[in-house]
């Protein structure tokens, strides 16, 4: 069982947008920057977002990342097959100090 | 361009300690404020921190593993380490090292070392 709480799977049409969802507590997002990764198969996970909104250098604009409370939330416009992959939130948790993930969103392309 | 990567025995049996060291190159570990840690994804599940360790050798564990874990650095060798004992079959995992920035987003990964703990 996951710290955040994310659904198990979205999917879209070619050129559509997805959002994912991550809901946590006070203890990790509410207090705390948000981190997204998008895992394709066989790979490591890549930092798609830092800081809750922030993409690092070469990450296209169509990811984008928002938080408000104790959620955050993950977009991708137009989606492209590439996209396929399982994508999972992850922050600090204070009570725990740990770090902490969401159990992850597989993403599917229709 | 930081560029982590694993080593160590793949196979481990059960009851024994599992050993993992992480190599980092393009650039001193050492220099700013640094954390490194040490995250591991069962196969078709999610990914689980296990802890981190700052360059000055302080430590995070995660509570569900903290009697287990030991992670230790060697800033001359750039190196960090990751020992975990009386390993069960529930251990086995793929194990990656990270070079983490604030608020514990993982800026640099391993490529990834998969570890069974197998008789």
């Known amino acids: 069982q996951s710290v955040l709480t994310q659904p198990p799977s979205v999917s879209a049409a070619p050129g559509q947008k997805v959002t994912i969802s991550c809901s946590g507590s006070?203890?990790?997002?509410?207090?705390?920057?948000v981190s997204w990764y998008q895992q394709l198969p066989g790979t490591a996970p890549k930092l798609l977002i830092y800081?809750?909104?922030i993409r690092p250098s070469g990450i296209p604009d169509r990811f984008s990342g928002s938080k408000s409370g104790t959620s955050a939330t993950l977009g991708i416009t137009g989606l492209q097959t590439g996209d396929e992959a399982d994508y999972y939130c992850?922050?600090?948790?204070?009570?725990?100090?740990?770090?902490?993930f969401g159990g992850g969103t597989k993403v599917t392309v229709l | 361009q930081v560029q982590l990567q694993e080593s160590g025995p793949g196979l481990v049996k059960p009851s024994q300690t599992l050993s993992l060291t992480c190599t980092v190159s393009?650039?001193?570990?050492?220099?700013?404020?640094?954390?490194w840690s040490w995250i591991r994804q069962p196969a078709g599940k999610g990914l689980e921190w296990i802890g981190r360790?700052?360059?000055?050798?302080?430590?995070n564990y995660n509570p569900s593993l903290k009697s287990r874990v030991t992670i230790s650095v060697d800033t001359s060798k750039n190196q960090f380490s990751l020992r975990l004992s009386s390993v069960t079959a529930a251990d086995t995992a793929v194990y990656y090292c990270?070079?983490?920035?604030?608020?514990?987003?993982?800026?640099?990964w391993g490529q990834g070392t998969l570890v069974t703990v197998s008789s």
């Open positions: 006070s203890s990790n997002i509410g207090n705390n920057y």
């Open positions: 990270a070079k983490v920035r604030a608020a514990a987003a993982v800026d640099y």
């Open positions: 800081e809750s909104n």
């Open positions: 992850g922050t600090w948790d204070s009570s725990l100090s740990v770090g902490v």
């Open positions: 393009g650039g001193p570990m050492s220099t700013g404020s640094l954390y």
């Open positions: 360790i700052y360059t000055s050798g302080s430590t």
